[in-house]
T-cell receptor, first 114, second 113 residues
Framework: AQSVTQLGSHVSVSEGALVLLRCNYS??????LFWYVQYPNQGLQLLLK??????LVKGINGFEAEFKKSETSFHLTKPSAHMSDAAEYFC????????????FGTGTSLTVIP | NAGVTQTPKFQVLKTGQSMTLQCAQD?????MYWYRQDPGMGLRLIYY???????DKGEVPNGYNVSRLNKREFSLRLESAAPSQTSVYFC????????????FGSGTRLTVV
């Protein structure tokens, strides 16, 4: 069965500091991995996705994530946090077995301190 | 603007009342989904429709029914609302499976009292 674990339900960083949001997955076959962002009172927006083309994936708003098979991880990073990055972030996994189903993590709320 | 449109945005129901949440997409996507979002639990799949004419249960289908009316529209019905169904409901769509990401609607905030 597929699953996603996001370590840390709340993360706080200072403006300009590194953002690191952790995601570990469980999948019996090569996964497809996604990061979504949710701003207050809005739906989820796709930040980036891993589909086996390259292990380092660049997304919108300066975010990137690295797929590490040996660690079953897909952590999201951004070198310098901006106030506008404050939001909820969700990691999700899908694969050829699940076909139409995604499995979402429980989310990480990012606070950026001025 | 192209995307996923959900109505209503907010709703308060009394226990036992029924209602239908509407969802429509104009991106010609094949697959459509209903999720609920609860604090600390992330998003959980209620029902999905892989293509027009098909529907399947997700992780938490009890108390809900769905209809894929046509390729554009996918509705979620609560026949007899319960306080446990208080949640934010998101509709999503995507072109196919696997590699395709979701496009989400802006959500319906439902309170059952």
């Amino acid at each position: 069965a597929q699953s996603v674990t996001q370590l840390g339900s709340h993360v706080s960083v200072s403006e300009g500091a590194l953002v690191l949001l952790r995601c570990n997955y469980s999948s019996s076959v090569p996964p497809y991995l996604f990061w979504y962002v949710q701003y207050p009172n809005q739906g989820l927006q796709l930040l980036l996705k891993y589909t086996s083309a390259a292990t380092l994936v660049k997304g919108i708003n300066g975010f990137e994530a690295e797929f590490k098979k040996s660690e079953t991880s897909f952590h999201l990073t951004k070198p310098s946090a901006h106030m506008s990055d404050a939001a909820e972030y969700f990691c999700a996994v899908s694969d050829l077995n699940t076909g139409n189903q995604f499995y979402f993590g429980t989310g990480t709320s990012l606070t950026v301190i001025p | 603007n192209a995307g996923v449109t959900q109505t209503p945005k907010f709703q308060v129901l009394k226990t036992g009342q029924s209602m239908t949440l509407q969802c429509a997409q104009d991106m010609n996507h094949n697959s459509m989904y209903w999720y609920r979002q609860d604090p600390g639990m992330g998003l959980r799949l209620i029902y999905y429709s892989a293509s027009e004419g098909t529907t399947d249960k997700g992780e938490v289908p009890n108390g809900y029914n769905v209809s894929r009316l046509n390729k554009r529209e996918f509705s979620l019905r609560l026949e007899s609302a319960a306080p446990s169904q208080t949640s934010v409901y998101f509709c999503a769509s995507r072109l196919g499976g696997g590699l395709a990401g979701y496009t989400f609607g802006s959500g319906t905030r439902l309170t059952v009292v």
